[in-house]
């Protein structure tokens, strides 16, 4: 479990009071020593009350504006939808607060760089909702491979596939249908996890990648509005990475059954498997199996105690993945360390992106690293 960050606890005051606020971001700062919640900010005065009422904030705003001046915050969390990210995250910067934002920083790269070169000017410290790669499993595989369990890795392949980001989706996911926001399969949950990937297994140096949007309308359950879309729903990714193993992902919205993680890892002693019934969501931290020699049955590794930082807390597997960003963070800001993914992180991982696009649309191969 990691320390207190320091004897004055972080305070806090989170914009934007959604599901993923509801379920993540409001237990797990209730939940940490380090963090104290002091406001909540919304669009509608009535969910911020709720929000707060449900988590005994002291003060709720229907603008975040208000909320960014109070002299006694810390850290502002940025939780709206992307669009929205931006327009708060400044105004959270220019006030002189530290400030995490959920992935994706904005709605795109350049406007990410300059946040990202915003907030170094302003000297504030900045974290980035990138937690995938934050969780004990992710910490735990990482230093397998450091270990050389496989020996020299020769093979990566990842497969992600989510039920959502299907033809016929809810109300609430609406804002991921337009491609200028920023907010498909492939933006969210391809940068969630190529994030973990690499710097789990190393950087890719080179690849050729298809981009695809299978469901080209998209209908709205509630009202059976059709909405026209381009933003993707099948990502495809293959090259090599920085090391010379060969790789492969698999990205893909609307898969009706069987959906969630697998990540096999072939090397020149052994292999490892990490699965996961659900890519968001889940209820339990991902399973990691592996084997030794020549046909041998892969075996369940438990992750050690010792990569557990936090208090036994009640919380789905990904909502931890989330207190360990936080607690990651808490220790940043007592130690002047770097554990926690920054808006730097975020940059790369736009860039990334954008090339991935680019490879797609040209048919070129695109090196990397």
């Given at each position: 479990?990691?320390?207190?960050?320091?004897?004055?606890?972080?305070?806090?005051?989170?914009?934007?009071?959604?599901?993923?606020?509801?379920?993540?971001?409001?237990?797990?700062?209730?939940?940490?020593?380090?963090?104290?919640?002091?406001?909540?900010?919304?669009?509608?005065?009535?969910?911020?009350?709720?929000?707060?009422?449900?988590?005994?904030?002291?003060?709720?705003?229907?603008?975040?504006?208000?909320?960014?001046?109070?002299?006694?915050?810390?850290?502002?969390?940025?939780?709206?939808?992307?669009?929205?990210?931006?327009?708060?995250?400044?105004?959270?910067?220019?006030?002189?607060?530290?400030?995490?934002?959920?992935?994706?920083?904005?709605?795109?790269?350049?406007?990410?760089?300059?946040?990202?070169?915003?907030?170094?000017?302003?000297?504030?410290?900045?974290?980035?909702?990138?937690?995938?790669?934050?969780?004990?499993?992710?910490?735990?595989?990482?230093?397998?491979?450091?270990?050389?369990?496989?020996?020299?890795?020769?093979?990566?392949?990842?497969?992600?596939?989510?039920?959502?980001?299907?033809?016929?989706?809810?109300?609430?996911?609406?804002?991921?249908?337009?491609v200028e926001n920023f907010s498909s399969v492939v933006s969210i949950?391809?940068?969630?996890?190529?994030?973990?990937?690499?710097?789990?297994?190393?950087?890719?140096?080179?690849?050729?990648?298809?981009?695809?949007?299978?469901?080209?309308?998209?209908?709205?359950?509630e009202t059976g509005e059709t909405i026209v879309t381009t933003a993707?729903?099948?990502?495809?990714?293959?090259?090599?990475?920085?090391?010379?193993?060969?790789?492969?992902?698999?990205?893909?919205?609307?898969?009706?059954?069987?959906?969630?993680?697998?990540?096999?890892?072939?090397?020149?002693?052994?292999?490892?498997?990490?699965?996961?019934g659900e890519a968001f969501g889940d209820k339990q931290d991902s399973?990691?199996?592996?084997?030794?020699?020549?046909?041998?049955?892969?075996?369940?590794?438990?992750?050690?105690?010792?990569?557990?930082?936090?208090?036994?807390?009640?919380?789905?597997?990904?909502?931890?993945?989330?207190?360990?960003?936080?607690?990651?963070?808490?220790?940043?800001?007592?130690?002047?360390?770097?554990?926690?993914?920054?808006?730097?992180?975020?940059?790369?991982?736009?860039?990334?992106?954008?090339?991935?696009?680019?490879?797609?649309?040209?048919?070129?191969?695109?090196?990397?690293?």
């Open positions: 479990m990691i320390a207190p960050a320091s004897s004055s606890r972080i305070r806090v005051g989170i914009v934007g009071a959604g599901e993923w606020a509801h379920f993540g971001h409001l237990p797990v700062l209730k939940s940490l020593p380090e963090y104290e919640l002091l406001a909540v900010a919304t669009t509608r005065i009535a969910t911020a009350q709720r929000a707060a009422d449900k988590f005994a904030i002291p003060h709720a705003y229907d603008r975040f504006e208000p909320l960014i001046a109070r002299p006694d915050l810390d850290l502002v969390v940025v939780n709206t939808r992307a669009p929205e990210h931006e327009p708060v995250a400044r105004a959270a910067i220019a006030a002189g607060k530290h400030v995490y934002c959920e992935w994706p920083l904005t709605t795109s790269t350049t406007r990410s760089v300059e946040l990202f070169e915003a907030a170094e000017k302003a000297g504030v410290r900045h974290v980035i909702g990138l937690q995938r790669r934050m969780a004990a499993s992710s910490r735990y595989l990482r230093e397998l491979l450091e270990e050389g369990f496989v020996g020299e890795v020769r093979s990566v392949r990842l497969h992600v596939s989510e039920p959502s980001f299907f033809k016929r989706r809810p109300a609430v996911l609406a804002f991921t249908i337009p949950y391809g940068g969630h996890f190529l994030d973990m990937l690499f710097t789990v297994v190393g950087e890719p140096r080179e690849f050729t990648a298809l981009v695809a949007s299978q469901f080209g309308q998209v209908t709205i359950e993707p729903d099948q990502m495809l990714l293959s090259g090599t990475l920085t090391a010379g193993a060969v790789f492969s992902v698999h990205v893909e919205g609307g898969k009706r059954n069987q959906f969630g993680v697998q990540l096999d890892i072939t090397g020149t002693e052994g292999d490892l498997r990490v699965t996961n399973l990691i199996e592996g084997a030794r020699g020549s046909r041998q049955p892969l075996a369940t590794l438990p992750v050690p105690e010792r990569l557990r930082w936090l208090p036994r807390l009640d919380l789905h597997g990904s909502i931890l993945e989330l207190a360990n960003l936080y607690a990651a963070f808490a220790r940043d800001l007592a130690e002047g360390t770097h554990h926690a993914p920054t808006f730097a992180d975020a940059v790369r991982m736009h860039r990334l992106l954008d090339a991935i696009g680019e490879a797609s649309g040209s048919g070129q191969r695109q090196r990397w690293s």
